[in-house]
């Protein structure tokens, strides 16, 4: 059973850094590029990266290069997102997602993490 | 501004039938590129509904059901239910700088 399973929720202080895990299982981990959605409360789903855990090829929406790192470790078979300093607009539900094998401008988001709530407050 | 716009609610009574649009440009739907549909049961992850514009995943009811032309895509859904109530989101590819695009999200009610 194809399974993403992220860490649990955080609550940092602006300026503060963090970096939280998405681990797949159940499936070639090598193989299938992993994206970032970010959900801000209330609001709907934005894509912010992807990256491909065979190579660590790696993609950022524009709205979030430079904002935050994408990276993975393979052996681990486990994707981060992580950011150096941490803005109260960052709070939102962030979703990791597979995506699925039927090529890159075809293919859907086929299995979903259950989220990582992130809350940024002084 | 979402790069792909869909109605902010829809609503239905159970058993009737209510449609979700999608509406692009010739930069995604438009090009050619496939839509896929999520649903998002209220407090949990996005699930995928319809992909590749009308094709169901294993174990979703045929209850629900995709269809895309030009610019635009439609989210069908018969024998409405009360846990058909949630929110709605159709994805396609873009070829812009942003390749993933994501409509704003449609709200479903059952009256």
């Known amino acids: 059973e194809v399974q993403l399973v992220q860490s649990g929720a955080e609550v940092k202080k602006p300026g503060e850094s963090l970096k939280i895990s998405c681990k797949g299982s159940?499936?070639?981990?090598?193989?299938?590029?992993i994206g970032w959605v970010r959900q801000m409360p209330g609001k709907g789903l934005e894509w912010m990266g992807i990256?491909?855990?065979?190579?660590?090829?790696?993609r950022y929406s524009p709205s979030f290069q430079g904002q935050v790192t994408i990276s993975a470790d393979k052996s681990i078979s486990t994707a981060y997102l992580q950011w150096s300093s941490l803005k109260a607009s960052d709070t939102a539900m962030y979703y990791c997602a597979r995506l699925w094998d039927l090529g890159v401008t075809t293919s859907p988001w086929d299995y979903w993490g259950q989220g990582t709530l992130v809350t940024v407050s002084s | 501004q979402s790069v792909l716009t869909q109605p902010p609610s829809v609503s239905g009574a159970p058993g009737q039938r209510v449609t979700i649009s999608c509406t692009g440009s010739?930069?995604?739907?438009?090009?050619?590129?496939?839509v896929h549909w999520y649903q998002q049961l209220p407090g949990t992850a996005p699930k995928l509904l319809i992909y590749?514009?009308?094709n169901r995943p294993s174990g979703v009811p045929d209850r629900f059901s995709g269809s895309k032309s030009g610019t635009s895509a439609s989210l069908a859904i018969t024998g409405l239910q009360a846990e058909d109530e949630a929110d709605y989101y159709c994805q396609s590819y873009d070829s812009s700088l942003s390749p993933w695009v994501f409509g704003g999200g449609t709200k479903l009610t059952v009256l």
């Open positions: 990256i491909y855990p065979g190579d660590s090829d790696t």
């Open positions: 010739s930069s995604n739907i438009g090009a050619g590129y496939d």
């Open positions: 590749g514009n009308s």
């Open positions: 159940g499936y070639s981990f090598t193989s299938y590029w």
